[in-house]
């Protein structure tokens, strides 16, 4: 299974005065992982996606489980799964670890829309392929 990754440092910028990374920054961190995957992983750069095809993938369920504390400077390495493909939505699985200790648990479900319309669009033929590389094995999908 195909696993996109990425390690980020814990910045002040993300930590509260004891130097422990404050849990919403998390998930500013994992918007910028996602937008990442959909650019890297799968070829779909968000600048020409949202503004030239006016196209967006708005993040309609997060569950997050905070397992161990982040601290600044925590290098933390990002690893992503899809779990599931649907019409227009795609269930992605986040783990970020430290040190090769768990920090945090995501499972997001992102969907396709117009911009202009705000209604879902089916994922194209070719994003969804790119989707597929990074595809968990049946029975690896919680």
């Not at 993938?57 to 933390?76: K, S, Y």
């Not at 209604?119 to 392929?129: G, I, N, Q």
């Amino acid at each position: 299974m195909a696993t996109f990754s990425r390690t980020r440092k814990i910045r002040f910028a993300h930590t509260d005065a004891a130097g422990i990374a404050f849990y919403p920054r998390y998930f500013g961190m994992m918007n910028d992982f996602i937008e990442d995957w959909f650019g890297d992983g799968l070829g779909f750069d968000f600048k020409h996606l949202h503004i030239d095809e006016k196209r967006a993938v708005p993040t309609v369920h997060i569950e997050a489980d905070f397992i161990g504390a982040g601290r600044m400077h925590d290098e933390l390495t990002f690893a992503l799964t899809v779990t599931k493909i649907g019409r227009s939505s795609v269930h992605l699985r986040i783990r970020a670890t430290s040190g090769g200790e768990d920090r945090f648990r995501m499972t997001f479900v992102i969907a396709h829309m117009a911009m202009e319309t705000g209604k879902s669009l089916p994922w194209p033929d070719d994003m969804r392929a790119a989707m597929e590389k990074w595809l968990a094995p049946e029975g690896e999908n919680s």
